[in-house]
């Protein structure tokens, strides 16, 4: 196996936050290291000396660790083994742990020698948008060929097949005032909203508070006093390890807490993360600044290091980054690197800066270090690392070389504006720092260097504030005064220098290998908006998200425009600010838990009589009740005789039930349905139907009167939900000004269909206090009664083309009263049946169900265009579209095959013989009972006009084709003189 060269160990004797008198071991690339707590997988790598830790998207040129924070581009590792392994980590937030493994990725066969990076020898075949126009021809070879190859070549790590063997939590809260971040600013606002009486959480994503303070040593003590003082308020909420991810409306946010991350595995019964949705009054996000890179030649190099990442593995992890450091930056803050290095041991550190003599220069000068003012860094020497870097004179030509192995980059500081952006706050460009910066917004305000207030005091007066106008918005007054850090902030004004102009690829977004030249060459092609020349090029796409680059592209693209980068702006931003795993956006939610297995009262019951159960929307229903040496078959269709010869009844707990009340109820549902309910006599029920906006059939069901203010509507089993949705939404947004109310009562009901030529005796045995013979409960009556000592309310509704009732009784008297039924139609042979017998039943009757209820049709196609009221309704309008009442449209129809006893399948085309035309498709088959042999539903165009005609049900996925006749989808009792019985 061949290793990657190592330097040297570079850790500290002393100083940082990091405890060295533990070791923890953990493995790279199948090779042991040692690091300590608080280290993370990058410093303790750093410490080790290792200097590649991965390859690029597309070159595959070797990469070294370039931040030391969530905005890391290069260093991607997979974490964990087996079903716990989490690609596309950045090494720079996972917190070290004893046995930690990790692996690189996106390289093969190794880090060492990744022979994709023959790529990189083809770079001028490969620019920007190369996959648009290389795999168009021949185009028979873009499914066996191209997109095989490309979805290999795709992405950077490889996600487990194993199932997860951790759990995930959801979990919401509500504050006051919640405090994105816990830098000086961060700290600052959630004391000061804290010690005004508000309810505060303060979420940071480091497993330690503090942000900047943890690399200066000389604030250590405001950051240990300010967190004691925070421990002590019982109403501050501080949640360490908890990345905010996203901005959603009314003050909602996501965040993701990494409960057990840095632990080898969850203790039992502990999620692995949780899932925060977070209600805030008020939010103040202190997110800091990101570090910008600046695009020269060799940019990408390993030991090429932001100066602010560099500074903080000195002062917080105790790591030396290199011995001989450059500094190549534009602004006074990343001065203070300087200093760092030379503190933690650095044997030279020198300045290259391409502004004339400033007094952070000037300072370090007099501190005894070489600083070259009004220079720049034209690119690096070395393959695997640096040893030298080239510099010149601005502009000039030629230039020298000076001996590093670390070259520390700083281009100045941007606001971290992500979440700032996701709330739709308006974003304004601040010449001074030379970025954009928040504007204003209500209910949220940024503070600190998230707002462009750079350095210690000033981010922590800011950060106060922030958090005392935070709380006062909320309704608290201002709390007492307490002090602040004391520093002196260097100067933060920035001159913009974006990229050094000399041969070779200088990168503006390290992750993909987006270069200057592509940004200019997406502008050349026409792709001159930001978000064009993005997706043409995948700048700031990702993982990545442009934190360190964004701008700078942005920059090139201002300048191939000829506008200023203010012009050009920022792409959108949008959730997620990091990668968050998909463990925690499911949740429990996967496997059987994906959804909830909703069960009716009489499920026990079904179970012991033998049922074989069927999912039916989220519900588990008895399908049939099989019995000895039955088939599936031979039990449904006795199931369906039984019902047509004698008595038979179905549990129908499951349709939906929507309790409506208010003196605009009938209104309401006058609004909502194709038919009128305003003229629905008290006692009486209707058969409804509801349209979606676009004129397509939603759902179908019954709705009763019980009072003039008092409706009981039902819905399909499948639509249940839906249907409530669809009414609270015109309640709450389109006719507020109606009285009305309403509720989901399905599973405050259990109902059962006694359906039959024995159906009325059977329930004249058992029901008390009501008449139910046609004169005492007509077709469509509703009325209360008891039975066997309950209460009940009978529907007189079939859907089967019998004589039918629907018995409701409160859900805990559902068992005495399924039984009760029972045992009075035991003399007339009553039976149960399941799912299947009732979807034979309305097959055979010709009512429509699911299946032709699926969202594409209209209440023409499925033969109910005259329950259209002339008065408005929901999807009136739209419904009336050419193209929804065209002739040709295909109508709901029967089909039968001509030889009786073969099968038609569910899909099934219509065609003439012959052609391969469609003409429609079948919805619904059953075997029956009543017409004897295979019958469906189908949708055809023509309809009523091809009743008689005989055409071919195709069914290509099994090459199978079934002559068959056309006929009226109501095979049984088209009259309807059974169920008026």
Known sequence: MIELPRRPRLRTARGGHVDRERTLAFRFDGREYRGHPGDTLASALLASGVRIVGRSFKYHRPRGIYTAGPEEPNALAGIGTGARTTPNTKMTTVELHDGLVAESQNRWPSLAIDLMCVNSAFARFLPAGFYYKTFMWPASFWEKLYEPAIRRAAGLGRASTAPDPDHYEACHAHCDVLVVGAGAAGLAAARAAGEAGARVILAEQDFLAGGGLLAEPAQEAWRRETLAALDALPNVTPMLRTTVFGYYEQNMLGALERVADHLPEPPPHQPRQRYWTIRAREVVLATGADERLIAFPGNDRPGVMLAGAARTYARRFGVLAGRRAVLFANNDEAYGTVAALAEAGAERVAVVDPRPLGPAAAAARRQGFEVLTGHEVTGGHGGRGIYSVEARAVGSAGGFQIDADLLCVSGGYGPAIQLASQSRTAMRWDDRIAAFVPGEAAGQRSAGA???????????RDGLAAGRAAATAAGFPPGAAFVLPDADDPDPTV???????????????????????????AHREGYRHIEHAKRYTTHAMATDQGKTGGLVGAAVLAEARGEPVAAVGMPTYRPYVTPITWGAVAGHHRGRAFAPIRRTMLHDWHARRGAEFMEAGLWLRPAFYPKPGESPWDAILREGGTVRRKVGVCDVSTLGKIDVQGSDAATFLDRLYTNTFSTLPVGKARYGLMLREDGMVMDDGTTSRLAPDHFFVTTTTANAGRVLEHMEFHAQTVWPELDVQFCSVTDQWASMSVAGPEARRTLAKAVEGLDLSDAGLPFMGVADATL?????????????????????????????VWEAILAAGDEFGIEPYGVEALGLLRIEKGHVAGAEL???????????????KKGDFVGKVLAGRPGLTDPARPRLVGVRPVERERQIRPGAHLVEAGSDRSLGWITSVTRSVEPGGWIGLAMLSGGEARHGQ?????????DETVEVEISSPHFVDPENARVRG
Request: with cysteine; glycine share 10%.
């Open 450 to 460: 998230a707002r462009g207030c750079f350095g210690i005091a000033a981010a922590a």
């Open 495 to 521: 001159t913009p220098f974006w990229e050094v102009p000399a041969r070779g690829k200088a990168f503006v977004d390290l992750q993909h290998d987006v270069t200057t030249a592509d940004i200019r060459l």
């Open 788 to 816: 066997a000592g309950r209460p009940v309310r009978i529907f007189r509704i079939s859907f089967s083309g019998e004589l039918a009732f629907e018995v409701a009784t409160p859900a805990g008297y559902a068992l005495a």
């Open 854 to 868: 699926n969202g594409q049709t209209t209440m023409r196609d499925v033969g109910l265009g005259k329950m259209a």
């Open 950 to 958: 005989r055409l071919v049900a195709a069914f290509p996925l099994l």
